[in-house]
Antibody
Framework: QITLKESGPMLVKPAQTLTLTCTFS??????????VAWIRQPPGKALEWLAL???????RYSPSLGSRLTITKGTSKNQVVLRLTNLDPVDTATYYC????????????WGQGVRVTVSS | SYELTQPLSVSVALGQTAKITCGGD??????VHWYQQKPGQAPVLVIY???YRPSGIPERLSGSNSGNTATLTISRAQAGDDADYYC??????????FGGGTKLTVL
């Protein structure tokens, strides 16, 4: 059974850096082809893909946010970390992590999401 | 960049058929995936690669894709189908792309 769960601060100040952790089980990011992605959803708005990391540490970033984003494997084998710098209130959203593979290019399992508010 | 266009809202009478479209330039040459999202919940994959259903998704949900339009069809609509639906493709330049979402209302 594959599960993912996001964790991180619920409130951050403008200009700060957001660090979110995705903790997963039921698969290994060491397995060839596996990947974990981050997707966000501002209140009342659409889903937006942010970043993805592959089993071999290859990474992909949203062209519109790329310079502000960093995705890495965590210190634990079953974790992926997302960092988003220079926060603005427009970054207020629910942030989800989800699983993917090199061949699928879609998200078959999702975490429950973590709501992050950017406000002073 | 590649863009996907969905109607903001679609309404369907209980027991009838709803069609939710997803438009994109030559989208028929891409694999299209669909997600259902109910209020306060994470999205759930309901159709992948145009027409395939993950385990547990009812046969009432089906997908098609041709030309510039992909379609999610929900037959015999039920109250539980009331949700937001998002299409998604992978494009070599824009990478993972979502449509703007369609709110399905079952009347």
């Amino acid at each position: 059974q594959i599960t993912l769960k996001e964790s991180g601060p619920m409130l951050v100040k403008p200009a700060q850096t957001l660090t979110l952790t995705c903790t997963f089980s039921g698969f290994s990011l060491s397995t060839s082809g596996m990947a974990v992605a981050w997707i966000r959803q501002p209140p009342g708005k659409a889903l937006e893909w942010l970043a993805l990391i592959y089993w071999d540490d290859d990474k992909r970033y949203s062209p519109s946010l790329g310079s502000r984003l960093t995705i890495t494997k965590g210190t634990s084998k079953n974790q992926v970390v997302l960092r988003l710098t220079n926060l603005d209130p427009v970054d207020t959203a629910t942030y989800y992590c989800a699983s993917d593979t090199t061949t699928r290019k879609y998200f078959d399992y999702w975490g429950q999401g973590v709501r992050v508010t950017v406000s002073s | 960049s590649y863009e996907l266009t969905q109607p903001l809202s679609v309404s369907v009478a209980l027991g009838q058929t709803a069609k939710i479209t997803c438009g994109g330039d030559n989208i028929g040459s891409n694999n299209v995936h669909w997600y259902q999202q109910k209020p306060g919940q994470a999205p759930v994959l309901v159709i992948y690669r145009d027409k395939y259903r993950p385990s547990g998704i009812p046969e009432r949900l089906s997908g098609s894709n041709s030309g510039n339009t992909a379609t999610l069809t929900i037959s015999r609509a039920q109250a539980g189908d009331d949700a937001d639906y998002y299409c998604q493709v992978w494009d070599s330049s824009t990478l993972w792309v979502f449509g703007g979402g369609t709110k399905l209302t079952v009347l």
